[in-house]
């Protein structure tokens, strides 16, 4: 979507107002101005107007400035990303006439957000896509900087969606290795990819389990963004499960329809991916490394077996009770293998458990890890801000001791209770630095659109997550 700022309104118009007063250069037809005041008093967000020639929507926002308002306005900006389309509007013009700041962003970022589509797949899609090709700001409404940002992030989201809804015959381990270096190439940040051979060598033995029953070989990628400029001490690390496709192995998931969405097991991955994305489009002065173990689960030949005691790149050796449990064995090697960076702080992103979609539903990300509270209080922050929001379970003693196995030193699963935080903590012993743990098992796919997070595909992290880092270091 083209986005640009532009001097005098034309064409089809939004107007952000919070006092009908700020309209009365535009609403001069008293009978428009008892129908807005009318919609207003209904306590209707978004409010339209046919002039025939064109169209002027009207979006009233609260004068008390917080970040619940922000989502109204992202929500009002995903009605009317509908009704644009509904009317075959190819451009837009946004005019904020109010001083709340950030409204134009807000509504902008919720029109777009709502507006992707994937249609890659699809014979007829011409006929499918959306009308909404431009969107102009007033000078008043957004500053240049604001729209570059605008620009990257919400393209960093539409690049991650997509990778999720990839299927698995077009988006192997090496396939997604093959996006993430072209991904680096266009926006600047370094990518290496290590081969199975690389692998074994390292003695990554989770990722060597978790793949021993694919006839594909698995990948290890290794992104890194440091510009000249950056305010890090200690690079900060991004760790991302890139299961491709999740079978559950020889633990085959048992319940009706529970592959159908398994694709989707990638979606740290690609947070992590959008994250780079858009860091390195603004040029945030941080110094980033993402590391990507990928592979597909399945239940071939050689597979893993549940009873298997692996030997992981740390030299820990693990009990596999539950080869369903597979993406804490492949972040395990990552997160043991990001210590040769000496990190500031390490993030991990997976859709881990059904543990944590079942705790929060759709309604937040869940969030565990031994980082100090400032770094949790700045991370809540940015999830409020960018309603991304983030719930923490505790990582106490007693929970550790559900993973100790009787013939290795952990068991894959802590039993049938408390599911994410035995993940979260089995993770945890293959760290030895600051480290946040994000399960977004929950919010990484939907089944039906919700607001401006649609059907597939979610990329729900890359915006808070951007929003930490730049308020850190910018």
């Not at 692996?310 to 210590?339: C, F, P, Q, W």
């Not at 759709?362 to 922050?381: H, Q, Y």
């Not at 559900?402 to 952990?410: E, G, N, P, Q, R």
């Not at 935080?421 to 039906?448: C, M, Q, R």
């Amino acid at each position: 979507m083209f986005l640009k700022i532009q001097k005098n309104p034309k064409g089809d118009i939004i107007y952000i107002f919070n006092d009908i007063v700020q309209l009365s250069e535009i609403i001069t037809d008293s009978s428009e101005k008892e129908y807005i005041n009318k919609e207003i008093k209904l306590k209707k967000e978004t409010i339209s107007i046919n002039r025939y020639s064109h169209q002027l929507f009207f979006v009233f926002v609260s004068k008390e400035q917080s970040w619940e308002q922000d989502e109204v306005i992202r929500k009002a900006g995903a009605t009317l990303s509908k009704t644009i389309n509904d009317f075959h509007i190819e451009s837009i013009y946004i005019d904020q006439v109010c001083d709340y700041t950030n409204a134009a962003y807000c509504l902008a970022e919720g029109i777009i957000l709502s507006a992707y589509q994937f249609l890659k797949y699809k014979s007829d899609a011409k006929h499918l896509e959306n009308s909404l090709k431009d969107i102009y700001f007033s000078t008043k409404s957004l500053s240049p900087k604001k729209l570059k940002e605008l620009e990257n992030i919400t393209q960093s989201v539409y690049i991650a969606r997509d990778l999720i809804n990839e299927p698995l015959n077009n988006l192997t381990a090496e396939q997604l290795a093959e996006n993430i270096t072209k991904l680096g190439k266009d926006s600047g940040f370094r990518v290496q990819v290590l081969n199975k051979e690389k692998i074994e060598k390292l003695k990554m033995g989770g990722i060597l389990a978790v793949n021993a029953g694919s006839q594909l070989p698995p990948t290890f990628s290794i992104l890194e963004y440091r510009p000249l400029n950056y305010k890090n001490k200690a690079p900060i690390v991004l760790v991302g499960k890139g299961i491709v496709y999740d079978t559950g192995g020889l633990s085959l998931k048992p319940t009706a329809n529970s592959m159908d969405c398994m694709k989707s097991d990638m979606s740290g991955a690609a947070v992590i991916t959008g994250i780079m994305y858009a860091v390195a489009m603004m040029e945030l002065p941080v110094y980033l490394v993402g590391l990507v173990p990928a592979t597909e689960n399945r239940p071939g030949e050689n597979a893993y077996t549940p009873g298997d005691v692996i030997t992981m790149h740390s030299g820990t050796t693990v009990e596999v009770l539950n080869t369903d449990a597979e993406g804490r064995l492949v972040l395990a090697d990552a997160l043991h293998y990001a210590k040769k960076y000496k990190p500031e702080l390490v993030l991990d992103y997976a859709t881990l458990t059904g543990s944590a979609s079942n705790t929060f539903g759709d309604a937040c990300i869940c969030m565990l890890g031994n980082a100090d509270e400032k770094i949790k209080t700045a991370l809540k922050e940015s999830g409020f801000n960018q309603f991304e929001k983030l719930a923490e379970l505790p990582l106490w003693e007693e929970y550790g001791k559900m993973i100790v196995s009787k013939i290795a030193d952990l068991k894959n699963i802590g039993g049938s209770k408390a599911g994410a935080i035995t993940a979260a903590k089995f993770l945890e012993h293959f760290t030895d630095y600051p480290w946040i743990h994000f399960d977004i098992a929950g919010v990484s796919f939907n089944d039906d659109a919700k607001d401006y997070r649609p059907t597939g595909g979610v990329a729900m992290g890359i915006r808070m997550t951007v929003d930490f880092l730049k308020n850190k270091y910018s």
